[in-house]
Antibody, heavy 120, light 107 residues
Framework: EVQLVESGGGLVKPGGSLRLSCAAS????????MNWVRQAPGKGLEWVSS????????YYPDSVKGRFTVSRDNAQNSLYLQMNSLRAEDTAVYYC?????????????WGQGTLVTVSS | EIVMTQSPATLSVSPGERATLSCRAS??????LVWYQQKPGQAPRLLIY???TRATGIPARFSGSGSGTEFTLTISSLQSEDFAVYYC?????????FGQGTKVEIK
């Protein structure tokens, strides 16, 4: 059974940093691209980052480029999101999601999410 | 950036009735469109990929159609468990983008 478990969320002040983790199990982690998607309270879904299976290819939307860094450790079956210079508008539930397959980059499996609150 | 526009924002439907949700892309996305269902307090669940293919375990009452820039999710006979928010998403271009969602509520 595929499992994705996020951790690392919490309360942080504007301008602060936070590192999210996603522990993956139930599949060959090193074979899949992984993603972060967020959802602000009461709002819709927003894609935050994607990283290829090897970590060679990385993508971000303009809203987080230069502030967020995605990485992965295939030996530890883990995905990370380093978030710096956090703003109030980064407050959201952050979901880890796995690509459907090596050639289909939509999100077949999702974690339960971890809440990040940016507030003074 | 491809803008995904869903309509209506809210759809009020009685159980057993048909629901039709629309999603429009600002430019062609070929068949690279998915639909997700999200219930309160839960992560999104994949319903449909490649415009019209149901994900594993999704009932046949859910169907998707369309091409290019216009897409539709149809729920043929709404069940109580189908009242939720539905999102479309394109995976043709970077950045990946979602529609703003359609809430299907009980009439």
């Amino acid at each position: 059974e595929v499992q994705l478990v996020e951790s690392g969320g919490g309360l942080v002040k504007p301008g602060g940093s936070l590192r999210l983790s996603c522990a993956a199990s139930g599949f060959t982690f090193s074979s899949y691209s992984m993603n972060w998607v967020r959802q602000a309270p009461g709002k819709g879904l927003e894609w935050v980052s994607s990283i290829s299976s090897s970590g060679r290819y990385i993508y971000y939307p303009d809203s987080v480029k230069g502030r967020f860094t995605v990485s992965r450790d295939n030996a530890q079956n883990s995905l990370y999101l380093q978030m710096n210079s956090l703003r109030a508008e980064d407050t959201a539930v952050y979901y880890c999601a796995r690509d459907a397959s090596s050639s289909e980059s939509y999100y077949y499996y999702w974690g339960q999410g971890t809440l990040v609150t940016v507030s003074s | 950036e491809i803008v995904m526009t869903q309509s209506p924002a809210t759809l009020s439907v009685s159980p057993g009735e048909r629901a039709t949700l629309s999603c429009r892309a600002s430019q062609s996305i070929s068949s690279n469109l998915v639909w997700y269902q999200q219930k309160p307090g839960q992560a999104p669940r994949l319903l449909i990929y490649g415009v019209s293919t149901r994900a594993t375990g999704i009932p046949a009452r859910f169907s998707g159609s369309g091409s290019g820039t216009e897409f539709t999710l149809t729920i043929s006979s709404l069940q109580s468990e189908d009242f939720a928010v539905y999102y479309c998403q394109q995976y043709n271009n970077w950045p990946r983008t979602f529609g703003q969602g359609t809430k299907v509520e009980i009439k």
